[in-house]
Nanobody, 118 residues
């Protein structure tokens, strides 16, 4: 099993980034997918979750209206579109795959760094 994130980088406040996560080694459409993030000195926090068929999503209050999670089961990829980025969004972003919608991920990616700074 492997989950490979990409799309991180350095962006100015107010800018946008789109993260991608491409899992392999399991049946993608059978798993709900989430994005988490961990800032230096802080605990990992849940950012957004999408159901296995994409018909249900949830977001942390801190990103509602700015971030959008989506998935393409034909491409085995989950995305996180991040708009209106703030310095407090700086963190390592991880994707996770889980069997139940609100459970902890069974599988994790290695993370991608997002830095929001002028």
């Amino acid at each position: 099993v492997q989950l490979v994130e990409s799309g991180g980088g350095l962006v100015q406040p107010g800018g946008s980034l789109r993260l991608s996560c491409a899992p392999s080694g399991f049946t993608f459409s059978s798993y709900h997918m989430s994005w988490y993030r961990q800032a230096p000195g802080k605990e990992r926090e849940l950012v957004a979750t999408i159901s296995n068929y994409g018909d249900s999503t949830t977001y942390a209050d801190s990103v509602k209206g700015r971030f959008t999670i989506s998935r393409d089961n034909a491409k085995n990829t989950v995305y996180l579109q991040m708009n209106s980025l703030k310095p407090e969004d700086t963190a390592v972003y991880y994707c996770g795959a889980h069997s139940f919608f609100l459970s902890s991920p069974r599988y994790w990616g290695q993370g991608t760094q997002v830095t929001v700074s002028s």
